[in-house]
């Protein structure tokens, strides 16, 4: 079981990677450096009183795009960096103080995992096992203070 602690280091390398790999574009549309356009966009709807949507980074295919060493990059492999994008319908900004958590069933035991949703910047996120192919589903709950939203969606992987 991953800690907190090891997916924030992990994290805020691919932080990093992202800002080196993505010179003014996406590193200016978002200060985090975990670019809203990054990967691919699972979900978009509402979780409670707030708008949400996902995003899926492929780890392994974005430190090769880096040009991070393949030994690091391997070290990627079958892991997913879930991004969830929740924003305060009323402002239009990122909503304060959510965080959450993640049921994810793959096509087996293997592939199952719950997950913690930290804050990272203008997102909540997490790295989701993924190494077997086949469909993936997300059971995503989140909450700020007594406000709490939920919802679920799926992801093919090929
Ligand atoms: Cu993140």
């Not at 800690?3 to 993505?22: K, P």
């Not at 402002?91 to 995992?113: I, L």
Request: overall charge positive; charged content about 20%.
């Amino acid at each position: 079981m991953r800690t907190i602690g090891e997916a924030v280091r992990i994290g805020a390398f691919v932080s990093v990677f992202l800002l080196m790999a993505l010179p003014g574009i996406s590193a200016a549309a978002e200060p985090d450096g975990h670019g809203m356009e990054m990967g691919e966009k699972i979900f978009s709807g509402k979780m409670g009183p707030w708008t949400a949507e996902a995003r899926l980074v492929d780890m392994k295919a974005q430190m090769e795009k880096s040009g991070v060493s393949a030994k690091t990059s391997a070290r990627f492999a079958g892991q997913r960096h879930l991004m969830l994008f929740v924003t305060d319908p009323a402002t239009g900004k990122p909503a304060d103080g959510v965080a959450g958590k993640v049921v994810v069933t793959g096509p087996d035991k293997a592939s199952s995992s719950n997950v913690t949703l930290i804050p990272m910047g203008l997102h909540i996120g997490a790295d989701v096992g993924m190494p077997t192919p086949g469909k993936y589903t997300f059971k995503a709950e989140i909450a700020s203070g007594a406000k709490k939203g939920s919802a679920t969606f799926s992801y093919t992987l090929k």
